[in-house]
């Protein structure tokens, strides 16, 4: 099946430093998604992409859908420390039941 | 709006008994229902997708006889682990998807699901 691979996987960042994270996959996605998860909870949508070259931000979050639709990244600007959690990649294809398929998550720690 | 809950927040069972947990999208309705099961430290991986009024379709490897979907209403879909055994314990999330057309999928806050 499709597999969504996740860049870094964990990384520590000082406060007030930008954070890059990427996800490749091995085959195209109609769109692109950015969850965050906190421990024990589910994930919560920050940024969802549509087209493929789309640029959006969501405050200190921006994404891009990449021109292939096989890759997106999402950088975080100026991170502060409730910025910690997992960051999950997710695509969607828009066929059948429209099924999310998960990255494999970059873990993000902020240190004050 | 779009808000997603589930029922229990958290269970723990003795090994062989069944276990429903449930998905209720509070404010909208939801044609489409996704499980998903996430073990310490994984990703979230997709266990069957639950249409209301028919039967669920399971991803490949995942036990229809063993994970019991059921939707039937557009607010309320149940997963239900049948014998469980300590391996099937994990983190299992619900996500709804609105009837109104638009693709975009909420997520319950998930259940943790203990077996002893």
């Known amino acids: 099946g499709q597999q969504l691979n996740q860049s870094p996987q964990s990384m520590f960042i000082q406060e007030g430093e930008d954070v890059s994270m990427n996800c490749t996959s091995s085959?195209?996605?109609?769109?692109w998604l950015w969850y965050k998860q906190d421990p024990g909870e589910g994930p919560v949508l920050l940024i969802a992409l549509y087209k493929a070259g789309e640029l959006t931000s969501n405050g200190r979050l921006t994404a891009q859908f990449g021109i292939t639709r096989k890759d997106s990244f999402l950088n975080i600007s100026a991170s502060i420390p409730s910025d910690v959690g997992i960051y999950f990649c997710a695509g969607q294809y828009y066929g059948g039941y429209q099924k999310v398929t998960f990255g494999t998550g970059t873990k993000l720690q902020v240190i004050p | 709006g779009a808000v997603v809950s589930q029922h229990p927040s958290w269970v723990i069972c003795k090994s062989g008994t069944s276990v429903k947990i449930e998905c209720r999208s509070l404010?909208?309705?939801?044609?489409?229902m996704f499980w998903y099961r996430q073990f310490p430290k994984q990703s979230l991986m997709l266990m069957a997708t639950?249409?209301?009024?028919?039967?669920?379709?399971?991803e490949q490897g995942v036990e229809k006889d063993k994970f019991l979907i059921n939707h039937a209403s557009l607010t309320l879909s149940t997963l239900t682990v049948t014998s469980a055994h300590p391996e099937d314990s994990s983190f299992y999330i619900c996500s709804a998807q609105r009837t109104s057309g638009d693709n975009e999928q909420f997520f319950g806050p998930g259940t943790r699901l203990t077996v002893l």
């Open positions: 085959s195209i996605f109609n769109t």
């Open positions: 639950s249409n209301e009024g028919s039967k669920a379709t399971y």
């Open positions: 404010d909208f309705q939801a044609t489409t």
